[in-house]
C-alpha cells in the first residue's frame, strides 16, 4: 500500500519528536495540540525544548512541506490515516495512579470527526487495559460504519537521544487486533524498516495483544529503575563497608546477565517518565489483585528518594556543620549546584535530583547558587526560590562547596585547578561519579562520591 498520511495527538515531547522523525522518513505528517503557543513555535521552525539534533530536522521538514501543526482535530481527522496518541499521562494529584484525562480527551475529539477509515495507535505509556478502553471510546464516538481500528505501540525514547531512537529504534512492539491494522502499521512504520535495511541493520518488529503491548513499557520501565536503586542501594553499603561502588559496578557488570548499562550509582533517577510510571505501575497491578508482586518496587522508589537527601548529609560532613533535630544547618554556606535538569543533554527538570538537591540544601540555610547549560529557564520555574548563575564560572565563584549534580560533559571536563582558583574552598561532592577522584585530588579538593571512599 502507498504510505499513509500520518498525524501525531499531543505535540510535547513526545509526539513533537515522532512527527519531526517520521517527516524525515519521508512520511507527510500533522502534529496536532490544543496547545496554541505550542503550535505556533513549532510552525516557526523552534523546538520547545532541548533535544540534539530536533531543531534542523524540524526546520528542513518544515521547508519541505513534508511536516505542518495545528490546533483543528477536524483538519487531522480529514489529513491523516493514522493517528498516533501522544498525550501525556502525569501521575494523578490525588494518588498514584496515571491521569488518562488527555488521552480520554484526544479519542474523543478525534473519533466523531472520522470520516473515513483509520487507525489509531497509542503510545502513550498508559496502565494495562487502557487500549480496550481507548477501542470503546472509539466504539462510542466514531461513525460504526468506517471501521475505525486501534493499536498500542508504547514508545521507548531517551532523553538527549531521542532523534536515533525514532529513526533507529532497537525494536518496535504493537498490540494489533486485525491484519488489516498489522498492514496499515507496517505501512506506518516503512521508513524506518527501510533506512534500517539501507544500513544493514534488522529492527525487531513484536506483534501482540493490547496487554503485552502496554505491559511491555512500564515492565521496561521498571526493571531500568529497579537497577539504577539497587546499585544505589549498594552505595549506601559501600559508604559504611569503606568499599567503592565504581569498582563494584564495573565488576559485576562484566557478567553479560547483568550488564554494565544503569549501574551508575548517585542522585537516583528522575524525569517525567521513571517516577510516575513505576508508581502508575503499582498502583493498576494493586487494582488488578496483583499489588503484592510489584511491593518490591516501592522500595526502588524510596531508594531513589533516599539519594536526594544524602546530599544534604555530605554538604554538612564536608562543611562540619551541625546536624540538629531538624536537620542540617548550612546557614551562611555558599553552595554551588552544578545542572539543573535530571539528566544531561536535556532541559526536562521534572522530578530532576539536581533540582531536588539544590532545594534541600537553601531549605537547610545554605546560599545556592544553580547553573546548568541548557535547562535554566525550566529550573527558574521549578524553583523560583533558588539562585542561578550564567555561567559555571559564576556558579562556583566565591563557594565553599561544589557539586556536580547532573553529568553534562562540561562539568567532567572541567579543569579542576582552573575551578579550585575560583572558589574560597575546594571541596567537591560528585553526585553523579562522573569525576576522576584522583584529578581532583591532585588540585587540592576534598573529593566526595557517592558510594566511594574520600580521595
Known amino acids: 500500500m502507498t504510505l499513509p498520511r500520518l498525524a501525531f495527538l499531543g505535540t510535547g515531547y513526545l509526539g513533537a519528536t515522532y512527527a519531526i522523525c517520521f517527516a524525515e522518513l519521508g512520511y507527510e505528517v500533522l502534529g496536532v495540540d490544543v496547545d496554541e503557543v505550542k503550535i505556533a513555535t513549532l510552525g516557526s ?42 498525550v501525556g499521562t502525569p501521575q494523578r494529584s490525588d494518588g498514584m495512579s496515571a491521569d488518562l484525562t488527555y488521552v480520554e480527551s484526544a479519542v474523543t475529539e478525534l473519533a466523531p470527526l472520522l470520516r473515513r477509515r483509520a487507525l489509531i495507535v497509542g503510545k502513550s505509556t498508559v496502565p494495562v487495559g487502557t487500549a480496550t478502553w481507548v477501542e470503546q471510546l472509539v466504539a462510542k464516538h466514531a461513525d460504526p460504519r468506517l471501521g475505525v481500528e486501534v493499536a498500542w505501540s508504547p514508545e521507548f525514547l531517551q532523553e538527549g537521544y531521542a532523534v536515533e531512537d525514532v529513526l533507529r529504534p532497537d525494536r518496535i512492539v504493537a498490540g494489533i487486533r486485525s491484519a488489516w491494522a498489522n498492514e496499515v502499521f507496517r ?32 515492565a521496561a520501565n521498571a526493571f531500568l529503575a529497579t537497577k539504577i536503586s539497587f546499585i544505589n542501594a549498594m552505595a549506601e553499603v559501600c559508604e559504611v563497608a569503606g568499599a567503592d561502588v565504581t569498582q563494584l559496578a564495573r565488576a559485576i557488570g562484566y557478567d553479560p546477565r547483568i550488564g554494565n548499562r544503569f549501574l551508575q550509582a548517585g542522585l537516583g533517577f528522575g524525569g517525567g517518565c521513571l517516577p510516575k510510571d513505576i508508581r502508575a505501575f503499582q498502583a493498576r497491578a494493586q487494582e488488578l489483585g496483583a499489588g503484592e508482586a510489584l511491593r518490591f518496587l516501592h522500595e526502588v522508589d524510596l531508594i531513589n528518594t533516599r539519594r536526594r537527601g544524602r546530599v544534604l548529609q555530605m ?37 530532576a535530583p539536581a533540582l531536588a538537591a539544590a532545594a534541600a540544601l537553601a531549605a537547610a ?3 545556592v547558587h544553580v547553573y546548568d547549560p541548557q535547562a535554566m529557564a525550566n529550573a527558574r520555574r521549578a524553583q523560583p526560590g533558588l539562585e542561578f548563575a550564567a555561567t559555571m564560572s559564576a556558579a562556583v565563584s566565591g563557594v565553599e562547596l561544589v557539586v556536580i549534580a547532573t553529568e553534562w560533559a562540561e562539568f567532567r571536563n572541567a579543569d579542576p585547578l582552573a ?37
Open 45 to 86: 521552525g523552534r523546538v520547545p525544548f532541548h533535544e540534539p539534533g530536533l531543531d534542523d530536522l524540524l526546520r528542513r521538514n518544515l521547508a519541505a512541506g513534508r511536516l505542518r501543526f495545528t490546533t483543528s482535530f477536524e483538519d487531522a481527522a480529514g489529513f491523516a490515516d493514522v493517528h498516533f496518541i501522544c
Open 187 to 218: 505501512a506506518a512504520h516503512k521508513g524506518v524498516f527501510d533506512l534500517a535495511a539501507t544500513e544493514d541493520r534488522d529492527v525487531p518488529l513484536v506483534v501482540t495483544d493490547f496487554a503485552t503491548a502496554e505491559l511491555v513499557k512500564v
Open 315 to 351: 554538604a554538612a560532613d564536608l562543611l562540619e556543620r551541625p546536624v540538629g533535630p531538624a536537620g542540617p544547618d548550612l546557614s551562611g554556606t555558599r553552595i554551588a549546584v552544578l545542572g539543573a535538569a535530571f539528566k544531561p543533554n536535556s532541559d526536562d527538570v521534572r522530578d
Open 365 to 367: 540555610g545554605a546560599d
Open 419 to 455: 575551578l579550585g582558583e575560583l572558589v574560597a574552598a575546594r571541596r567537591v561532592i560528585d553526585g553523579r561519579n562522573c569525576l576522576d577522584p584522583a584529578q581532583w585530588a591532585r588540585a587540592g579538593w576534598t573529593y566526595r562520591g557517592m558510594g566511594r571512599p574520600p580521595a
